[in-house]
């Protein structure tokens, strides 16, 4: 297994590269330009939540952890809340029959049934494979079988495919034709089995594929290196999403990357941030932590209906930045409700100020709003301009309605 998960290391590393060549806020060089959407699936209307394996896990991941994790996400509420998807990652991988169809390996065993274990709970399984020989952590990849594994992954019951480039870098070389072909080419095999599966390509956000990834049949894809559960990561690879939203919407989202909220690294605020910025862009939640042992700030975070429901807005409108002052960034997202959300984000190492009149965030609230704290849970009614100081990496979420309208819908901001 040490020898096994070697190339995961080296996965990290290339995913690091980038990051030591040009920083993670440097625009990109070579811009493809757009290319045409395959028709939808249907699915991914809204950013996919769930759980993913990799952040916690890695390639200890078992189908025994699957289960738990499945009954957790059910008995925290974390189904109830949204987060359907239970997703495994790489090293889950086995050999070939004679004829050619994967199979899981011991770690596994039987994969429907471990579809069945998971439908049986309301909820929906995921899956990881490459384009390449092998998987980025050098396990079985679907090159050469991919309608094959389709097929097979359709036949246990899979809803998600994640499809990592990375273990094809050996076999092809990173270039645009290359990804475009070989992403396409899963794209049509999941297609063909007539299962819907959710379509996520993962890699770092190579050649603009915002531009093209529609144009795989994909439903979301990775715009950055992996994160890893430390500020600087986490905040760069969020905030940078900022200058590609344009590019995201329901049925196809740019995906900074999976949460680390929960995983240690970072305090209570710094996983606020991560779960206000992720569901104001918007992105795919997808939790990467062990939900069997979550303590009670993990919860709140994760569990936050209020936030969730940002992120899950039907109309799937990007949010913008409106203001910059100092360390403090002004995040602005309009709901289809007429409401406004209001992220205000401290990226800097000390407490810091804010001010800000409400008719910077839109002309309706020129005499003030009803403001509903989506973290502190408290609803109250603001004249303009509002002050505050936000934490060091904290953030301030709010929900602005005109006060004429909070007069009409006193109920939903109760
Ligand atoms: C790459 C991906 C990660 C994870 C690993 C698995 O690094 O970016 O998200 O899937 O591969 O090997």
Redesign the pocket.
Known sequence: MTLRLL??LL??L??LMPLVATAVDAPHAASPAPVPAVPGNGLALRPPMGWNS?NHF?GRITAKDVRAMADAMVSSGMRDAGYVYVNI???WEGTRTAAGEIRANDKFGDMKALADYVHARGLKLGI?SSPGAT???GFLGSHGHEDSDARTFATWGVDFL?Y?Y??ARDLYPVTLENQQALFRRMGAALRKTGRPMVYSL???GDFDIWRWGPGTGANMW?TT??ISDDWTSMSQRGFRQLDLTVWSGPGHWNDP??LEIGNGGMTPDEYRTQMSLWSLLPAPLLAGNDLTSMDAATRDILLNREVIAVDQDPAGKPARRIEKQGDVEVLVRDMSDGSVVVGLFNRGDRPAPVSIPWQRVHARFGSGAHVRDLWAHTSRTETSPFHAVIARHGVILLRLTPMAAARILPSRHA
Do not use: N
């Open positions: 190339p995961a996965c990290g290339f995913a990799w890695a990652d790489d090293t990881y998987t980025c952590a994640k990592d990375c273990g993962s890699q770092s990775r290196p992996d990357d999976m």
